[in-house]
């Protein structure tokens, strides 16, 4: 008989490894379960579609169920698994339609349940719909069609909470955005976040820092109309909550796989749940390794789900291949501004006790004379003895953003600024001037550390 | 007395090194000698200059002599070194303007007189003038503003070349580029250089290759008004050289420094010329060691002159700096699409008697779904055994030539494509599929070399 494998969750990390495993072995049985109607969608593509970039919820979507059928993949959809007995190797899963259970049998098993939106914890949060789920969306956008309300409050000035004022922006709304802390953009420094609020300001979003959320007032219909707040109250006909995503673990827990410090499911480099044979975990659910921070973390990420499903799915059929682990790579584009990370920040250096210098440079995302020229700023974050980068962000103009992949390459290899600052990276006058404004900000910290 | 360090070219490599060589050694005492009447101008920008991009020349000055003054540097403009006395230690420059000759003493000289255009061997090639000089420049912009015909004929498809005829046009010119190799640009492999052909074509540039220039036809006014070539007449009230530059060494030459195979002076790793102590040479006329052909190359380009410059002003000034190298990055923008190389080509990799394995694949500029996502061709040269990246090449629409910085930080690093198509590059929908271009080819060829 061939080997079955069961996997939890039809979205970027179960269905890479289901593929990939399907391709690599094509005697292997792979059956899938989705609580959800869609399976592979786009979750960082929502704010473009509630903008109306995108216009239909099906663009978003990279593979359907169909599609994965085709492929050879037992794909079944509005179906929750409920129970993992893993002695017995058998998975609970419910038929949402029709309301029955099952038992479902399985060798081996990739656990990729995702993440969920955190509800705020204030009187009227159960009015509020998750942002990043297709479904609630389609629901958003077809309450905007119909013009009901003006109003929209985003709680959260992540990048989520950013893409969708601005979304909301986009078709005209009055928009405000609230946050608890006193930056937008948590993830960078606030010197660089504050050009984001710039930007986000300069749209037309109305940014309230350091402003808690105290409660969700609703309508005699449930529906919310304002909030009310620590700054006062702010009407409010349409309340986005984006203030975090939080790993999917209970039905892990409940199986008994090990859940690490980060909150997320415990995998080791081969994305193994340690201790249980063939059992694996991949995506928003699981930890990754942080190759400067050293310890595990849980970023939700597309990209790293990706990743981990095809080295899972890889692993399962005979393959030998580590997950590397991550580095904080991230970016953004708000309003006119753009903005891009890695490594680690000056605060999350100072947090985990890293010594480091840093530098912050300004210049321009084309030859200051060529047409379309932008502001850039780059900082970047180094080892003070060895003068190794540890760190960078970037945020300016069109074109700017992007840059933050050769910082990524130099700080997943270690590479000390004092050989940053000769790198052959390309010129010429549409894209640069004479140095690019990353080789800039390289010699200014190689200066910093004897270079 | 203080040293006298005396610079010949008035460019990126001379000024870089006499500007840092002042900073570092405010009692050194330097002195520069240009034959033209501008100093540390872009090359670079002539193109959007006659496209008229950029209205003033003026824009394309970073430093200007009086700036050079202002910081120090006794700056000689319209000043011509005729020879170099390396047992005396004295140069004899020639004041252009008044037609008088004079000596001038140095301890310390840096030799950075640049590159220029070669000319065709043909028939009345006397009347072409160089294209990435200022001064002609500004003479064939002034002759375009005074509508003085409306035919130009641009001699060689290379990055300028094509830069320059895409300028004609955006001034309205009916426009013909004709080179005698069977491609465009000819440091892409032919399947990527017929993307930016493609590009060309469809702004209107007629590409005529395989095609021989053998006569600049000149009208009784000695003026061009046809070319002759392998493939019939041409009109051609504007005929511009872009077949290629060569390094300035005929001074050089004389004084008995020594020219390297590629035809450029000689210099170590610190810019200095082997065996004469306290010369240096930086910029165009130099030679870079490339770090995968590993041999000396000519790469005439202002990021390389600056960095050379910036290296040999602080070795004289008591530095212990090594120019680590080129590769062979290089970038450029033509019509719709974007282009960007670094390491080998494919065609090099031959040639050299290197083995490769090599990749293209198409994907898009940003995720499919989100507006305005182009089209983009990654194709990269890998080792077969290691699997070490050795080149890659980018082209595209927006968004696509910049990604060659990351190519070309892992060819740099000699990172293998097994550990390059895991890398915690960036995504957001508006920069990239979830898998960003460059991934998905590294993870291609990771499959051919056993990964």
Chains 1, 2 share one sequence.
């Not at 899963?93 to 309301?99: I, K, S, T």
């Not at 390794?289 to 059929?317: C, D, F, M, Y």
């Not at 960078?392 to 600024?417: F, H, N, S, Y």
Request: proline fraction near 5%; aromatic fraction near 6%.
């Amino acid at each position: 008989m061939p080997e079955r494998l069961a996997v939890i969750g039809g979205d970027a990390g179960g269905m890479a490894a289901a593929s990939v495993a399907r391709r690599r072995d094509p005697d292997l049985e792979v059956v899938a379960f989705e609580r959800g109607a869609y399976t592979s969608y786009s979750a960082c593509g929502i704010p473009y579609y509630v903008a109306d970039y995108v216009e239909d919820s099906d663009e978003l979507i990279s593979r359907s169920p169909e599609e994965h059928r085709e492929n050879g993949i037992a794909m079944h959809t509005r179906t929750e698994v409920t129970d993992i007995d893993l002695d017995r190797r058998v998975l609970t899963v419910r038929e949402l339609n029709a309301g029955r259970e099952r038992e479902e049998g399985f060798d081996q098993l990739v656990y990729a349940t995702g993440a969920r939106e955190t509800m705020p914890p204030v009187p009227g949060w159960e009015a509020l719909e998750p942002a990043l789920k297709i479904e609630p969306a389609e629901r958003l956008k077809s309450k905007l069609r119909g013009a009901e309300g003006k109003h929209a409050l985003v709680i959260g000035a992540s990048y989520l909470g950013l893409e969708m004022a601005e979304a909301m922006v986009q078709r005209g709304l009055d928009v405000t955005l609230i946050d608890m802390a006193d930056q937008v953009m948590g993830s960078l420094d606030p010197d660089m976040a504050a050009h984001m609020q710039d930007a986000a300001e300069g749209s037309g979003i109305t940014v309230m820092l350091s402003t808690a959320l105290e409660e969700v007032l609703l309508d005699s219909n449930g529906r919310p109309h304002a909030v009310r707040t620590s700054q006062g109250e702010i009407r409010a006909d349409h309340v986005i909550p984006a203030a975090g995503v939080k790993p999917v673990t209970a039905l892990a827990e409940a199986a008994g796989l090990e859940i690490g410090e980060s909150g997320a499911v415990r995998v080791d480099d081969h994305q193994r749940c340690p201790g249980v044979d063939g059992v694996f975990a991949a995506g928003d659910c699981a930890e990754s390794h942080h190759r400067i921070l050293e310890r595990p973390v849980n970023i939700q990420l597309g990209t790293h789900a990706n990743k981990q499903g095809w080295v899972a799915g890889s692993n399962i059929t005979g393959g030998d291949f580590a997950f590397p682990g991550v580095i904080g790579t991230a970016v953004a584009k708000i309003c006119r501004y753009e903005a891009g990370r890695t490594g680690v920040s000056e605060r999350e250096a100072s947090a985990a006790g890293i010594d480091y210098v840093s530098v912050t440079i300004k210049s321009t995302t084309r030859a200051a004379y060529y047409p379309g020229a932008g502001s850039i700023w780059v900082k970047l974050v180094a080892d003070p003895s060895s003068g190794r980068l540890l760190g960078g962000q970037i945020v300016g103009e069109e074109g700017a953003a992007k840059r933050i992949d050769v910082l990524a390459t130099c700080v997943w290899t270690g590479m000390p600024v004092q050989e940053m600052q000769l790198l052959d990276l390309s010129y010429a006058p549409p894209f640069s001037g004479v140095y690019d404004p990353v080789l800039i900000a390289a010699r200014q910290v190689a200066k910093k550390v004897g270079g």
